[in-house]
């Protein structure tokens, strides 16, 4: 049996009980590595559950699963995943993959950013689609995000935007050489994606948000020290907010006066909160 337990947002107790029992029981154990991170590293968790744990980075998940699903059809393996197991993509390639081999799946579902989003305040049910935001470089500014943005805003919903992660990454000149070297690990602020989005839309303006744009920036969900912040764009750009994960919402023109009063809590600075409120927000639920 191949199972994709989920290890929730923060540290090595978010773990369900039901995944936990199953972690010991294991033939093998796998922590996938690159599409998010917990606050504690491999040898906390490890000393949690009792047990060794391989680290699978990308290459190893995308290219290499077989090596994951060897004899799972006999044994347990336990496949572990930041967050909710579902919450990528390439988990689910993992599960057709095991199908393709007759490999019973079972998932252990757990908190994701999906949900735990909603410390900040705002429904969930007024969000729409969550987009992702990649660091740019000189020659590639990608604004895909933006037409999703767009769309969000056009029925005023809340938008959330997951922020790049760059583990086990190799440059340009080390992948063309074919030399396995790899970059230091990057993890995007909410400073980074704030100066990001105002660049794309100085470039498109299109106006579907602007500096005076409100948006919630947020770290480590679900963490002793979370971290949450409200403002525009503009002042979000300047937000510290410490170590990762971060990751934003840009605030829909349709949210509802229970949700201001909650985020207000968290403004940078209430006067400017509530000067972009009434311009932007008021009256347009």
């Not at 410490?242 to 829909?252: A, D, E, N």
Request: proline share 3%.
């Amino acid at each position: 049996m191949l199972y994709l337990v989920g290890l929730g947002l923060a540290d090595e107790t978010d773990i369900t009980v039901k995944g936990l029992e199953i972690v010991k029981k294991a033939e093998r154990v796998y922590l996938e590595a690159y599409t998010s991170i917990l606050v504690v590293d491999k040898e906390k968790l490890e000393a949690y559950y009792g047990r060794d744990v391989i680290l699978a980075d990308r290459e190893m998940v995308e290219s290499s699963s077989d090596d994951i699903l060897a004899a799972a059809d006999q044994k347990n393996i336990a496949f572990l995943v930041v967050g909710d197991p579902f919450g990528a993509t390439t988990h689910t390639d993992l599960v057709l993959r095991a199908r393709e081999l007759h490999i019973p799946t079972q998932t252990i579902p757990n908190a994701s950013i999906m949900s735990a989003i909603g410390a900040t305040g705002l429904q969930l049910y007024n969000f729409g689609q969550t987009v992702s935001m990649v660091f740019f470089t000189e020659s590639w500014k990608p604004s895909s995000f933006y037409d999703r943005i767009a769309e969000n805003r056009h029925i005023g919903l809340h938008t959330l935007i997951l922020l790049d992660i760059k583990v086990k990454e190799q440059s340009l000149e080390n992948l063309a050489r074919g030399r396995k070297v790899f970059e230091p690990p990057r993890y995007m602020t909410v400073g980074q994606c704030a100066a990001q989005m105002l660049e794309t839309e100085e470039q498109r303006k299109e106006g579907v948000y602007g500096p005076e744009s409100l948006a919630i920036g947020v770290a480590r969900i679900g963490a002793a020290d979370q971290k949450i912040v409200v403002g525009t764009l503009e002042q979000l750009k300047d937000a510290n907010l410490g170590r990762p994960l971060h990751s934003l919402v840009l605030i829909g023109g349709r949210a509802h006066d229970l949700e201001r009063d909650f985020v207000r809590n968290f403004a940078v600075d209430r006067e400017v909160f509530d000067r972009a409120w009434s311009m932007h927000y008021e009256g347009k639920q």
